[in-house]
């Protein structure tokens, strides 16, 4: 069973920045395409990014320009680069298969504070 592991988050000034990493466990070369998530307290979980395995991407309007996606097949890792850094951007990020959800990892915290 394929599983998600992600890491990189932390707490960060507004207009700061971090990168995310999410580990695939197994067989990244089947999932046409990976998405990061995201849940902010009381909300639901939204889908900010996505890139295919041939390196198209996709992001959700509230971080165009400011956040990219990016995968290295042959480390089994996708990564989210965040940077400009918004108070509203604060959420536990996941990352999953976008086409076939699978389980959900454990996240990684990400704080926007001054």
């Known amino acids: 069973q394929v599983q998600f592991v992600e890491s990189g988050g932390g707490l960060v000034q507004p207009g700061g920045s971090l990168r995310l990493s999410c580990t695939v466990s197994?067989?990244?070369?089947?999932?046409?395409?990976m998405g990061w998530y995201r849940q902010a307290p009381g909300k639901q979980r939204e889908l900010v990014a996505s890139i295919t395995v041939i390196g198209n991407t996709n992001y959700a309007e509230a971080v165009k320009g400011r956040f990219t996606i990016f995968r290295d097949n042959t480390k089994s890792t996708v990564y989210l680069q965040m940077n400009s850094l918004e108070p509203e951007d604060t959420a536990v990020y996941y990352c999953?298969?976008?086409?076939?959800?699978?389980?959900w990892g454990q996240g990684t915290q990400v704080t926007v504070s001054s």
């Open positions: 999953n298969d976008v086409t076939n959800r699978r389980s």
């Open positions: 197994e067989g990244i070369y089947t999932i046409y395409t």
